[in-house]
């Protein structure tokens, strides 16, 4: 029974309406006796049920924010946490984190003609149907350039094909306890049902962030590679990480040092970025925004979430 739960399987469905407080859920489980907390799951996360605001914190061009530190599992600030919105790329935080469950580094992907995206102002790497490159090569373009042909060759090289891979992603995430998030696609490009929210998101990238490789990537300012096409020609790859953080474009509060993160833009989902951040004595953070009216108050106002970390 608390297997069931807490894996998001059984009765519990992406439908119902997420709170933390319902018998089923990422937090609670339910016996023919008693409601007890599912301790083994939830004793690790940061949980809130509703807004956590703050007068210094201008979110007032955001949908969703949330700010969770890790160390002593609380929610500094949260927005509208658990409403579903369109993540665009911060999907790819999923992929990447499918990828290195499921794959190894060192293994040759071929790219076929689903890295074919042909929707207006995709980002792309000019993947062509017979490109190989290793897993690692795409991880870090899908991560640092966030190109959405790369998400689709690593999708179906590690799943065997794209819609098996999704399933792994939604498996991922039913069990990591994100009920509220259903994935259809390993880019984040806009489709009706393809969701999450910030706390969901919270908790897939405190997964990811685990992961050695992943936080190394996510903290590189831009990568450059060659990967070679079905004849055996190169194809050079040299692109700047799109976090004006990492880039030098933006600076975080005092005494707090961004080490890497994810951003992602759509017209349905606006302009999102998560990070994880560190303070002077190395406690962890990760800060989301979500569905910003634009680039600049997306970074102002992950820069107001940001200072919180000391008030």
């Known amino acids: 029974m ?5 894996t998001g399987c059984g009765s519990l469905s992406y439908d119902m309406a997420y709170h933390v407080d319902y018998d089923v859920s990422s937090f609670n ?6 409601t007890r907390t599912a301790l083994p ?16 914190v201008d979110m007032t061009h955001a949908e969703a924010a949330g700010l969770f530190g890790l160390d002593k599992k609380e929610v500094l600030f949260a927005k509208n946490i658990h409403e579903r919105l369109h993540p665009a790329s911060l999907t790819k935080v999923m992929t990447a984190l499918v990828a290195l469950k499921y794959g190894q580094l060192n293994q040759t992907l071929t790219a076929s003609d689903a890295v074919n995206i042909t929707e207006p102002g995709a980002v792309l790497c000019g993947l062509t149907a017979g490109d190989t490159m290793t897993l690692d090569q795409a991880l870090r373009i899908l991560l640092i350039y966030s190109s959405n042909d790369v998400a689709m060759m690593i999708a179906e090289n590690v799943g065997g094909n794209v819609e098996h891979f999704v399933e792994m992603m939604n498996e991922e995430a039913a069990r990591l306890g994100a009920t509220n998030t259903h994935f ?8 009706s049902e393809h969701f999450t929210t910030a706390y969901d998101l919270y908790l897939i990238f405190k997964e990811a962030v685990k992961i050695d490789t992943f936080n190394e990537i996510i903290h590189m300012s831009g990568y450059q590679t060659v990967f070679y096409d079905k004849d055996g020609k190169e194809k050079p790859f040299d692109r700047q990480n799109s976090n004006q953080y990492l880039r030098g ?5 005092a ?3 961004v080490i890497g993160g994810k951003t992602g ?6 302009n999102c970025l998560v990070l994880l951040a560190k303070d002077e004595n190395g406690s962890p953070y990760i800060s989301i925004v979500l569905r910003a009216e634009g680039v600049e108050q997306l970074y102002d106002e992950m820069t107001d ?6 008030k």
């Open 2 to 6: 608390l297997i069931t739960c807490c």
């Open 41 to 56: 799951f939830a004793a690790n996360l940061c949980v809130a049920s509703g807004n956590v605001l703050s007068d210094t």
């Open 184 to 191: 259809t696609n390993p880019h984040g490009l806009t489709e």
């Open 255 to 257: 005494n707090v040092t």
């Open 249 to 253: 474009e933006r600076q975080a509060p």
């Open 305 to 310: 979430l940001l200072d919180e970390i000391h």
């Open 29 to 34: 489980v339910v016996t023919r006796q008693e």
């Open 265 to 270: 833009t759509t017209n349905a989902a606006g």
